[in-house]
């Protein structure tokens, strides 16, 4: 079993920063591709940011591309989603995602590609 912990969520300014975690323990595989969801009250879960493991390759969201980082910690099977720039549209609850699978690049933004999910990490952004 795989288990997913976020963490480093809370209330900002719009403008200011947060840095999100997401410490993987249990089952040990190589996962294939780690990313990072979101979803605001009343609306879909939406991709935010996407790492392919074997060679760091990165994906984001049209919204967040310029403002966020997302990186991994090979050792610590760590997964990191640095937030600057935020806006009150970024609120919303951040969860991090994985999958063992060979997935196309392209579905690497859909949420059915991902296996494991944690519960979620709250991000208030006031303005």
């Known amino acids: 079993q795989v288990q997913l912990v976020e963490s480093g969520g809370g209330l900002v300014q719009a403008g200011g920063s947060l840095r999100l975690s997401c410490a993987a323990s249990?089952?040990?595989?190589?996962?294939?591709?780690m990313a990072w969801f979101r979803q605001a009250p009343g609306k879909g879960r939406e991709f935010v940011s996407a790492?392919?493991?074997?060679?760091?390759?990165?994906f984001y969201a049209d919204s967040v591309k310029g403002r966020f980082t997302i990186s991994r910690d090979n050792t610590k099977t760590t997964l990191y989603l640095q937030m600057n720039s935020l806006k009150p549209e970024d609120a919303a609850r951040y969860y991090c995602?994985?999958?063992?699978?060979?997935?196309?690049?392209?579905?690497?933004?859909?949420?059915?590609?991902?296996?494991?999910w944690g519960q979620g990490t709250q991000v208030t952004v006031s303005s």
């Open positions: 995602a994985a999958t063992a699978r060979g997935t196309p690049v392209a579905d690497l933004r859909i949420k059915g590609s991902y296996d494991y």
């Open positions: 249990g089952r040990t595989f190589s996962y294939y591709a």
């Open positions: 790492i392919r493991w074997s060679d760091g390759r990165t």
